[in-house]
């Protein structure tokens, strides 16, 4: 089946540093992937919608110059946090879709950051 | 008011007990999709439907387009079906085949 891929799993930085966070789909090629935030006991949020090879399309109130998002090739989009601040700290989990006329999401298994 | 609401928030059951998970949404949709995402956080997803009836071993999801509402039931529950269950929609009117999500059902099957 389909299989995406989050690295890392876990991540501790310190405030004011910049953490990247990578997601593969690893027998797929997306043209579309997507990145979400979860608080603790919350539902998912979506941040931002990252097609291949175009620029990604945030949600209303996401930091775009913040939040980075590379989707350089269909296999692979990275969300980079920049200049880090405690309130960052959250659980942070990608999707792929697989093929362009499909809805199913594939999910990553996420990535817990915390800042100090 | 939210466009995809879950209930209950949080369910306790004994093993072998039939579960039943409800969902209603408030807008046109493409499609509904059931998730399961257990402690350590990773997302499986589980079912996607659109009309009807699926089943997926002991899991069965319904969809009742005219009532906008969805079921997802658990028969013969096992204390491994302890997650949290998240209803999500593909709007009509969304972009990029964006998913909105319910606020999830927090399951505990005790042994």
């Known amino acids: 089946g389909a299989v995406v891929s989050q690295h890392p799993s876990r991540v501790i930085c310190k405030s004011g540093t910049s953490v990247k966070i990578e997601c593969r789909s690893l027998?797929?090629?997306?043209?579309?992937m997507f990145w979400y935030r979860q608080f603790p006991k919350q539902s998912l949020m979506l941040m931002a919608t990252?097609?291949?090879?175009?620029?990604?399309?945030?949600e209303q109130g996401v930091e775009k110059d913040k939040f980075l998002i590379n989707h350089a090739s269909l296999t692979l989009s990275t969300l980079t946090v920049t200049s880090a601040h405690p309130e960052d700290s959250s659980f942070y989990i990608c999707?792929?879709?697989?093929?362009?006329?499909?809805?199913?999401?594939?999910f990553g298994p996420g990535t817990r950051l915390t800042v100090l | 008011k939210n466009e995809v609401e879950q209930s209950p928030q949080n369910l306790t059951a004994q093993e072998g007990e039939f579960i039943t998970i409800n969902c209603s949404y408030s807008?046109?949709?493409?499609?509904l999709h059931w998730l399961q995402q257990h402690p350590g956080g990773g997302i499986v997803s589980l079912f996607m439907?659109?009309?009807g009836k699926k089943k997926h071993g002991r899991l069965i999801a319904t969809i009742n387009i005219q009532e906008k509402h969805s079921s997802l039931h658990i028969t013969a529950s096992h204390p491994r079906d302890s997650a949290v269950y998240i209803c999500?929609?593909?709007?009509?009117?969304?972009?990029?085949?964006?998913?909105?999500f319910g606020s999830g059902t927090q399951l505990t099957v005790l042994p």
């Open positions: 990252s097609n291949e090879g175009s620029k990604a399309t945030y």
């Open positions: 439907l659109s009309s």
């Open positions: 999500a929609v593909t709007a009509l009117s969304g972009s990029a085949r964006q998913l909105t």
């Open positions: 807008v046109g949709i493409s499609a």
């Open positions: 027998d797929f090629q997306a043209t579309t």
């Open positions: 999707s792929a879709l697989r093929g362009k006329s499909t809805d199913t999401q594939y």
